[in-house]
């Protein structure tokens, strides 16, 4: 997987791209986009309806990340293009795709193989909320105006679910809802093939016995890898690159790390 990035130079359209987070799992073919402010419904996902509204707020959402990055560079019509739109569209559907996956699968990436209890987010503040959400986790959030329907499902490490003894090079993207100490525990191996990892961290505590930011950083340098870049998602909640130290070595690599910094200093005034 790494090979593609490494012969194409797409690594530096990887760095970029976490200013608007444009990753993709795979193509979506057979859904209806509709941008009209008459249209409630932009799409549906295995049953399950993407809202004008769902829409609009994640539109409000990702323009306030942005002005926390650029301050006074920020210029909302830059970011509120049709092209845009799709693309943020694209995203939530694929959000939505992959928990509908992961409910159908029944299984919990954790440290350990066994049964562990899931944490279906069920209401929040007195409002009932969709099935499939994409940020229930195997952690409880902290705070009290959550409720959960507790699920018990098969837990699998990554290094079960992907075995021991293959040896192609992976690239990971890690986002659990604060469970991310669980799913690296149980990657021993698979990060040892692993050349980049894009993971979301949090540097306040959200969920009960989350991993923070530091802890997640602390682990990733033990384990042979260097924090290449990050966004600014949300306050305090972020994605970070890390690359394995041989892989950061290459001049492509290092190249990119420094044009990704020239960039953000140059033309968006962010040091």
């Not at 593609?4 to 690594?11: D, Q, W």
């Not at 229930?136 to 021991?164: H, N």
Request: glycine share 6%.
């Amino acid at each position: 997987m790494f090979d593609l990035i490494h012969n194409h130079k797409t690594l530096v359209q990887i760095i970029l791209g976490l200013i608007i987070l444009p990753f993709a799992f795979w193509g979506i073919d057979s859904y209806q986009r509709s941008f009209s402010m008459a249209a409630q419904d932009l799409a549906e996902v295995a049953g399950q309806k993407i809202t004008l509204q769902e829409f609009a707020q994640a539109q409000r959402d990702q323009q306030e990340r942005l002005r926390s990055l650029l301050g006074r560079n920020f210029d909302p019509s830059l970011f509120d293009t049709l092209e845009q739109r799709a693309e943020l569209l694209d995203q939530l559907i694929q959000q939505r795709l992959l928990a509908v996956q992961a409910v159908k699968s029944n299984l919990a990436v954790t440290d350990t193989a066994g049964p562990v209890t899931f944490h279906l987010r069920s209401r929040q503040d007195g409002e009932e909320l969709r099935k499939v959400t994409g940020n229930s986790s195997l952690l409880r959030r902290q705070s009290a105006d959550t409720e959960y329907e507790e699920l018990t499902v098969d837990g699998v490490t990554l290094d079960g679910f992907f075995g021991i003894d293959a040896q192609e090079p992976v690239c990971l993207w890690i986002d659990v809802e604060g469970a991310s100490g669980h799913v690296l525990r149980g990657a021993t191996a698979l990060l040892r093939r692993t050349e980049l990892v894009l993971i979301e961290v949090e540097e306040k505590l959200m969920w009960e016995g989350q991993w923070r930011s530091i802890d997640v950083i602390e682990f990733f340098l033990d384990a042979g890898f260097i924090p290449l870049t990050r966004d600014a998602e949300y306050d305090q909640q972020y994605n970070i690159i890390f690359v394995r130290e041989d892989v950061y070595e290459r001049p492509d690599v290092l190249w990119s790390h420094e044009l990704h910094t020239n960039y953000l200093t140059q033309h968006m005034g962010v040091r």
